[in-house]
């Protein structure tokens, strides 16, 4: 049997086995491995060809850009639209909309009761205070929910990935008082661009294509009993708003700016003068089992129900 056919071939890495192995790792595995298999053949990729995609793989696990990847090609936001879709299917689709976490978070931000400055000291920008509740989709307040914020910094980098910035710069967790409050005070954050020079630009510029993210603030929200909800806001008038290069863009996620805001009642966040104000309610669920409300976050969620 040294002599092989492409399908024999195939069938031969499709049933292969000495163990029963993982049933599930092995039907996608078969139908990937078909697939590119087919897709090689089909679109008659050279040794060349294939040798430099697996070097650039290589390179893109090592800069640990994976997730930069998944999210430009349309997954993350997949991922998103299927569980609304399961979730219309399930009558629960309520309150605020999902939006995709993306590459770039980091638990265990420190945790301030109420209100927290996300800003360290120096502003970077136009004021920006955004506040509001976590209430659930009966309008009750959830108060003790934890509120994860985090957000790029004037050049649009996140801290942790850049070594210029403080651990857990612009990232911080809000506990909600009783009646179910946040508030933060910050900046309005830029836009963001995948690191020029990666092999994630590699990529895009391959593919003719931008990675522009119109500017936007990051949030888990989490509570006993609650369903975690993963989401962002926008801030519009950014001109990538509508060409996000991650597509997770939202109706509703788009926040109104209240510019010239009057700084009574905001000195405990060392407001003085007039600043922009965003106000915005948290709308979540009541979960169905412990394992919608872990509050954790994707990678650590999978790692917890795969390994
Ligand atoms: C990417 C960056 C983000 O800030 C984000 O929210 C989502 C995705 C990225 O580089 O892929
Ligand atoms: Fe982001």
Redesign the pocket.
Known sequence: MAELSKAQLLDLVNTTHVAEGNPRVKALTQRIVTDLFKTIDELDVSPDEFWAAADWLTRLGASGQTGLITAGLGFDRLLDIRMDEADERAARAAGTPRAIE?P?YIPGAPVGKGEVRLDEGEPKGEVLVMEGRVIDTDGQPVAGAKVDV???NEKGR?SHFDPDQAPYSLRRAIETDAQGRYRFRSFLPPG?AIPPGSPTSELFQALGRHGN?PA?I?FLVAAPGIRTLTT?VNIPGDSFIDDDF?FATRDGLIVKLEPQTPPAGYASLGVTAPFTRVRFDFVVQKAQDDAEATGLSRAAKAKASIG
Do not use: I, N
């Open positions: 993306g770039l985090w957000h790029c996140y963001y993210r936007h990051h962002q991650a």
